[in-house]
């Protein structure tokens, strides 16, 4: 069974704190992306990366930031967190290709106060 | 502009009854079609992945359609449980473009009443 995981469940952080959320996933994927949920909105995605040290920009990328150092750890990074960042994060990965299913992690409920 | 558009935003139905879900979709080139099941306070889990020339395809209680012509799926439940209860996400994947090129739906929530 394909397994994604995610360093926290629920996180609450202070307005300005740099805030890091890790996903690893345990299937070999060359894929990895990061979304943000929020009500009446859906997912959108955040960034995502198809090898190590490689990233592209997805919908939403203003205030975020992402490190690959290793193929199953993919960083998401908040530089100095914002109100407007209170969300939901759900991780993903899949196989290299666009028809591949993705494999979500359990999520983090960010708070910042 | 690439859409998909979910109907309706929730449902409420009785334990054992059915229901169907739908999804409308404006993606071109069209790749494949997706629907998950998301539990509350979790990530979305897959139920179905359909390509152009698939049009049924079930798992379990759950049965998807597409019809590429009017670019329409549904999702049917039969028997439904208390554990349906659940946002229902259709995802549209287009051909080309960048990877992370799938379009949500902004979900169905359905509530399994006893």
């Known amino acids: 069974d394909v397994k994604v995981t995610q360093s926290s469940r629920y996180l609450v952080k202070r307005t300005g704190e740099k805030v890091f959320l890790e996903c690893v996933q345990d299937?070999?994927?060359?894929?990895m992306f990061w979304y943000r949920q929020d009500p009446g909105l859906g997912l959108r995605l955040i960034y995502f990366?198809?090898?190590?040290?490689?990233?592209e920009k997805g919908d939403i990328p203003e205030g975020y930031s992402v490190s690959r150092e290793k193929k199953e750890r993919f960083s998401l990074i908040l530089e100095s967190a914002s109100t407007n960042q209170t969300s939901m994060y759900l991780c993903?990965?899949?196989?290299?290709?666009?028809?591949?299913?993705?494999?979500f992690g359990p999520g983090t409920r960010l708070t910042v106060t | 502009k690439n859409q998909v558009e979910q109907s309706p935003q929730s449902l409420i139905i009785l334990e054992g009854k059915n229901c169907t879900l739908q999804?409308?979709?404006?993606?071109?080139?069209?790749?494949?079609l997706r629907w998950y099941k998301q539990d509350t306070g979790r990530g979305p889990v897959s139920l179905t992945i359909?390509?152009?020339?698939?049009n049924t395809k079930s798992n379990g209680r759950y049965t998807a359609t597409l019809d590429a012509d009017t670019k329409q799926s549904s999702l049917h439940i039969t028997a439904s449980q208390l554990s349906d209860s659940a946002s229902y996400i259709c995802?549209?994947?287009?051909?080309?473009?960048?990877?992370?090129?799938?379009?949500f739906g902004k979900g169905t929530k359905l509530s399994v009443k006893p």
């Open positions: 993903a990965s899949s196989l290299l290709g666009g028809s591949y299913e993705q494999y």
């Open positions: 299937m070999d994927h060359e894929n």
């Open positions: 995802v549209v994947s287009a051909y080309g473009g960048s990877q992370g090129n799938l379009i």
């Open positions: 990366s198809y090898d190590v040290k490689m990233k």
């Open positions: 999804c409308n979709y404006t993606v071109s080139p069209f790749s494949n």
């Open positions: 359909m390509t152009f020339s698939e």
